[in-house]
């Protein structure tokens, strides 16, 4: 089983933090990418935050630079994503994404597109 498992997701009042983890296991490669994507009541999926595995590169959403942090265990192939003061439009379903085989050009990183593996999701609610 290769889909990538999320958790800490959670509720919190804004201005607070949580902190997300997705853990990818079950297949025969190491990630070369992995994603944080978001989908909100009613809106379509966004990217959030995005992860080259081998190079550390990171790109985020701009409606996210800032307050949010994604960083990995290598000897997990684990991806945490940081979540600080958090607003109540963060509200959204979480998914993680990966990606293992082949170059990915940065105009791809926050394009679901680009991602062969998701995550069930993991709620993030933040209310005001």
């Known amino acids: 089983q290769a889909r990538p498992v999320e958790s800490g997701g959670g509720s919190v009042q804004a201005g607070g933090s949580l902190r997300l983890s997705c853990e990818a296991d079950g297949h025969p490669t190491r990630p070369n990418y992995m994603a944080w994507f978001r989908q909100g009541p009613g809106e379509q999926r966004e990217g959030v935050a995005h992860?080259?595995?081998?190079?550390?590169?990171?790109y985020y959403a701009d409606s996210v630079k800032g307050r949010f942090t994604i960083s990995q265990d290598n000897a997990k192939n684990t991806v945490y994503l940081q979540m600080n003061n958090l607003k109540p439009e963060d509200t959204a379903m979480y998914y993680c994404?990966?990606?293992?085989?082949?170059?990915?050009?940065?105009?791809?990183?926050?394009?679901?597109?680009?991602?062969?593996?998701w995550g069930q999701g993991t709620q993030v609610t933040v209310s005001s």
């Open positions: 992860l080259n595995v081998n190079l550390g590169h990171t």
């Open positions: 994404a990966v990606r293992y085989a082949g170059d990915l050009a940065s105009y791809y990183a926050l394009k679901s597109l680009a991602y062969n593996y």
